[in-house]
């Protein structure tokens, strides 16, 4: 005799629930990654703060004039001169607090950056020069580098990138490079709010030295055409804001400065067919 089985049909009120453990898998995981990207953002921001209540003169007696050491500034005094005296003029706008000097420097590299350091130091490439053709031009670059050294981003940066590097590295067993994880970090920490107040601070000592906004948007405009690509990358995922987002915000703020005419920029650091 044979014999067969089937699954009996459980009665309706024996509770089967549908479970689901991937699902749920997954949604601890986010959960918990939610809990440590929020811990992460709090400890760079306590580290930050903390790091920028650091007195300036700390800071320049703490690195003097060694952090420029490896960044190939050249021996070109004529150039740094004629920069330095343009950051004056604009640092005179800028409400820096006291005890605060600002030193630039020219740098024979082809690639068009300039960026703020530890002490004061600013940086502006011959690349950079070689993308501007008049001193406002200029101005709106070295006012934002300014800017990042008058609200203590650079300081404000490596302190976040410092206390995220310590803790990845005890979390990872001592076994991670602190100083190329903070010094990563700290590059990517320039961005978002820090560039949008760098840039705000800027337009304020361009219009205060010219009475109006001409040109503040050249450069951004050059790096635009070169590369479209960056322009479109969404501002939550870029390390600065979308430069079409910048771009908008000065050309707003250029109609309500009004016009006026640009100014020539001084014959050394004049690259371009300059007015």
């Known amino acids: 005799m044979s014999t067969s089985y089937e699954t009996p049909e459980l009665p309706e009120e024996v509770n089967a629930p549908d479970q689901r453990p991937a699902r749920e898998f997954f949604a601890v995981l986010g959960t918990v990654l939610g809990a440590l990207v929020l811990f992460c953002v709090a400890i760079w921001w306590s580290a930050s703060w903390l790091a920028r209540l650091t007195p300036f003169s700390w800071e320049t007696a703490l690195v003097g004039d060694q952090v420029i050491g490896p960044l190939e500034v050249g021996e070109d005094a004529a150039r740094d001169q004629a920069l330095q005296q343009l950051a004056d003029r604009l640092s005179a706008h800028m409400d820096l607090p006291e005890g605060m000097q600002i030193k630039v420097h020219y740098s024979d590299s082809p690639v068009a950056n300039a960026f703020a350091t530890l002490g004061g130091h600013v940086i502006i490439t011959r690349g950079l020069l070689e993308e501007v053709d008049s001193e406002n031009a200029l101005a709106m670059v070295l006012g934002h580098e300014i800017a990042h050294v008058q609200h203590r ?82 501002a939550f995922i870029s390390t600065h804001p979308n430069v079409r987002e910048r771009l908008a915000t000065i050309r707003a703020r250029q109609q309500e400065a009004g016009s006026g005419q640009l100014s020539a920029l001084d014959p050394l650091l004049c690259y371009r067919d300059c007015p």
Not at 172 to 178: E, L, N, P, T
Request: aromatic share 6%; hydrophobic share 45%; charged share 15%.
């Open 153 to 234: 981003h650079p300081i404000g940066s490596l302190g976040g990138g410092l206390a995220l590097g310590l803790m990845v590295s005890v979390v990872a067993g001592g076994s991670v490079d602190v100083t190329s994880i903070s010094a990563a970090l700290t590059q990517l920490s320039f961005s978002r709010s820090f560039e949008r107040e760098a840039d705000a601070a800027a337009l304020e000592a361009l219009r205060a030295e010219y009475g109006h906004l001409q040109g503040a948007e050249v450069f951004f405009q050059r790096m635009l055409d070169a590369d479209p690509v960056s322009g479109r990358v969404p």
